[in-house]
């Protein structure tokens, strides 16, 4: 894949010149790209490159303000039909992991199936249990989030993300706020996620994880796409001198 | 216990007051005394308007939280002209002094809508008009304490507005905001004082009648001041035990 292959039909997520705006400030500058299911995507990039802010327009935390996107041939405008269809298919991983803390970690996991698939409370808590077990932590089941350690409380951010079964998940940086012995504990899980088909775009500086998980990189800088190649070719070969620059300085520690 | 001291120090100082009167001032206690049977009937004139200084306390706060939860909500919104009335709100209410309500919403409704006021009604109105912008302002604050990663944790698991509203931002920022909501219904236990002016039967104006009769104005104000301490030392007590409670089920994310 190049960053000039035609759009394909039948890709899961696909934005078309997007664009984004704060005031008059250039966040995303025609933006093109195209996730295929089951792909894994991992985006990298300087600070203020825009990376959070291209993830974010993907299930509309930050809406974007040219352009189109369309995620499971749901085009994301300002219906509030089609906004809730792409939630649903959604999920979302976040740096500060945004558990709520007000709730145990099971509390946590069954809200959304309940108030948005309209699953019981039976049926809630028997898919939570499974994903927790997945997440390898069942046994924190009903501890609040600030009784756990900063990789407990983000794979139980997956396991939320998860309960809601969607086809795409999105990671903006899950691992930044970890202290460095738990980052693997949350990259085991993301991995294994990912042998089991998920469609993935992440963000991280992960470059070993990228390396190993990911089809395609992306390279953002200022606002665009700089690079999109397959992830050998991207790490072997990168066309780019700004990508050659970035890379250097991130493995060189 | 805390409380109990603090009484006794006041007590104290009511007595020590008393000492300090006119050194001819006969003290006539006997006109509300438990062991007097004129004292007993007075008495009890007095005590019952605890009920309506708490009643109109409670209802008047309740629809004053209600109603300044309703004027803070638009601040999660960034819909502008429903924030700028919001901010009308707040600034009209807080301005017009409790009293100033109070006279015009008992004397000015009636003649404006042809609608008789029952004092307890007017009184409910006026106190949780003026109340209800300084609930505003409080749950203003409850509300934008709250982080916004927790409104896009909602957002992203696709719960709807009244969902996020009901299970994620309400019950944090409500722990937030309850030690300055005890204190506000302190406050309104007071300001139902002011409802005397009104002929509202409640412990204030219970005192007024009885001067009138009496004519011992300094003991049946000083029980009042004693009533008044009681009732207000019993609302911290409970809105304490409260928070406490919940503070016991609340945990706050360490990052
Ligand atoms: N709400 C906002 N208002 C104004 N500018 C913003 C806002 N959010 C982001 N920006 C700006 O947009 C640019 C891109 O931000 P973004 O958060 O997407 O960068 P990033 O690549 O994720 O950076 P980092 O690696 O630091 O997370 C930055 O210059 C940032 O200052
Ligand atoms: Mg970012």
Request: glycine content about 6%; overall charge neutral; proline content about 5%.
């Amino acid at each position: 894949m190049t960053p000039t292959q035609p759009a394909s039909p039948d890709a899961v997520v696909r934005l078309s010149d997007v664009q984004k705006f704060y005031g008059d400030y250039a966040a995303l500058r025609d933006i093109n790209l195209d996730v295929q299911a089951g792909e894994k995507v991992i985006i990298c990039g300087p600070s203020g490159s825009g990376k959070s802010t291209l993830i974010r327009c993907l299930n509309r935390l930050e809406v974007h303000d040219g352009g189109k996107i369309v995620v499971d041939g749901v085009e994301m405008d300002g219906d509030t039909k089609n906004l809730a269809t792409i939630r649903s298919e959604v999920g979302m991983v976040f740096q500060q992991f945004n558990l709520f803390p007000h709730m145990t970690v099971l509390d946590n996991l069954i809200l959304a199936p309940m108030r948005v698939r309209k699953c019981t409370r039976d049926e809630a808590k028997d898919i939570a249990m499974s994903l927790l077990e997945r997440v390898r932590i069942p046994e924190q089941a009903d501890k609040y989030p600030s009784q756990l350690s900063g990789g407990q409380q983000q794979r139980v951010a997956i396991a939320r993300a998860l309960c809601m079964k969607p086809r795409i998940l999105l990671f903006d940086e899950p691992t930044s706020a970890l202290d460095p012995e738990m980052i693997s504990e949350v990259l085991d899980v993301m991995a294994e996620l990912a042998s089991e088909g998920m469609t993935m775009i992440c963000v991280t500086h992960e470059m070993g994880f990228a390396r190993k998980v990911a089809d395609t990189m992306v390279f953002m800088d200022k606002g665009q796409i700089v690079e999109k190649a397959p992830t050998e070719q991207f790490f072997n070969t990168p066309q780019s001198p700004r990508t050659q620059i970035f890379l250097d300085q991130i493995l060189s520690h | 216990m805390l409380n109990i001291t603090r009484f006794g120090l006041l007590l104290t100082a009511c007595l020590l007051l008393s000492g300090c009167a006119e050194s001819n001032y006969t003290w006539g206690w006997h006109i509300v005394s438990p062991f007097d049977a004129r004292g007993q009937t007075n008495l009890q004139f007095l005590m019952n308007g605890v009920f309506s200084t708490i009643s109109v306390a409670l209802v008047s706060i309740t629809c004053s939280v209600i109603l300044g939860l309703l004027v803070a909500l638009p601040s999660l919104s960034k819909n502008k002209p429903l924030l700028f009335l919001s901010r009308i709100y707040v600034e009209v209410f807080r301005a017009v002094p409790m009293l100033v309500l109070i006279l015009w919403v008992y004397y000015g409704v009636p003649v404006l809508t042809g609608l008789q006021l029952s004092v307890f009604f007017a009184g409910v109105i006026a106190l949780a008009l003026c109340d209800s912008a300084f609930e505003a302002e409080i749950f203003r604050a409850g509300l934008q304490s709250i982080e916004d990663g927790q409104r896009e944790a909602a957002d992203a698991l696709g719960l709807s507005y009244g969902d996020k509203l009901r299970f994620i931002i309400l019950p944090q920022a409500v722990r937030r905001v309850l030690p300055p909501l005890g204190n506000q219904f302190v406050y309104m236990l007071k300001a139902s004082s002011l409802l005397s002016v009104i002929g509202y039967s409640e412990l204030t104006r219970r005192a007024n009648e009885l001067v009138v009769v009496e004519y011992r104005p300094l003991e049946i104000y000083t029980l009042l001041v004693l009533e008044y301490l009681v009732l207000i030392l019993l609302a911290s007590w409970c809105v304490r035990k409260l928070e406490h409670r919940l503070a016991r089920s609340d945990r706050t994310a360490t990052r």
